[in-house]
């Protein structure tokens, strides 16, 4: 209780603010908890009070007081094209901010599909040039946390797992965190006994839809999704989008926007 804070400087980059919308609703832990006892978020250009020359000053202060101690968290990613035009924070490119609030970083967290992997503003042809936040910073560790948006419970969890026991959780080879992307979504669906059994929706309104069997001929991308929403599932455990009646579309997978996960069937 006595040990200081670790300050998060959160930057937005070209995004939809999806990933903050989830993190405000986290319920194990909530948000709250870990935004007022547990981390010092310092910065965040939507949720904060400042604005303006008072925000600038407090992302400087963090940068220079806190060099080489705070976290980076980076929701969104920055257009390269014209030079960076497209994606303007304080009078200036955002990956000019992105670079530099990252030259001091402990390590930097990309929220999201956006900055983990492009995501729908990277799609062909990419007019802006978007690009993933590894892509311009090379010297960090770069903690991945894709999904558009991640799970609530995820990205509370990964950050809450860095303050506690101060080091990143265990990576894969594409950076997520083991302990929620080892599993593809189809491994743990409750609807896979469905699947095995060859028993498959045909039509949105069938009759076999309203039985519930599987939406792998509906385009489901589940057997190649790595993560954890059949199992920690969202709205605090409730529902998860195949348990919804739509198949997943593969939002935490690199290219799922131009891979024809949107309503492609078999
Ligand atoms: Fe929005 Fe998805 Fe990007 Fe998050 S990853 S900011 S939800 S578009
Ligand atoms: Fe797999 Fe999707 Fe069928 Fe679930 S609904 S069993 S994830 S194909
Ligand atoms: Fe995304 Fe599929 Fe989960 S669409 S929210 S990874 S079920």
């Not at 006994?193 to 519930?212: M, S, T, Y």
Request: glycine share 8%; with cysteine; proline share 7%.
């Amino acid at each position: 209780e006595t040990k200081p804070r670790i300050p998060v400087l959160w930057l937005h980059g070209l995004e939809c603010t999806c990933c903050s919308e989830a993190f405000i609703r986290s319920a194990h832990p909530l948000a709250s908890d870990v935004i007022l006892s547990m981390l010092s978020l310092d910065y965040d250009d939507t949720i904060m009070a400042s604005a303006g020359h008072a925000a600038e000053a407090i992302v400087e202060e963090i940068v220079t007081k806190h060099k080489g101690n705070y976290i980076l968290a980076v929701e969104g990613n920055p257009p390269l094209n014209e030079d960076g035009m497209y994606c303007i924070i304080g009078g200036k490119p955002f990956v000019e901010q992105l670079k530099y609030a990252a030259a001091n970083a402990k390590a930097v967290i990309s929220w999201g599909s956006c900055a983990s992997w492009g995501c729908v503003q990277a799609a062909k042809p990419n007019p802006t040039q978007a690009v993933p936040v590894h892509k311009v910073i090379h010297d960090k560790p770069i903690i991945r946390v894709p999904g558009c948006p991640p799970i609530p419970e995820v990205m509370t969890a990964v950050i809450t797992y860095i303050l506690t026991f101060e080091r990143i959780p265990e990576l894969d080879r594409q950076g997520r965190p083991k302990m929620f992307y080892s599993q593809r979504i189809h491994d743990k669906c409750y609807r896979r006994p469905h699947f095995d059994a060859g028993q498959f929706v045909e039509a949105w309104d069938d009759e076999n839809a309203r039985k519930g069997y599987c939406l792998y001929k509906m385009g489901c991308k589940g057997p190649t999704t790595y993560n954890s929403c059949s199992t920690t599932r969202w709205n605090g455990g409730v529902s998860f989008p195949i348990q919804a009646g739509h198949g997943c579309i593969g939002c935490s997978e690199d290219g799922f926007w131009d891979n024809g996960s949107f309503y492609n069937r078999l």
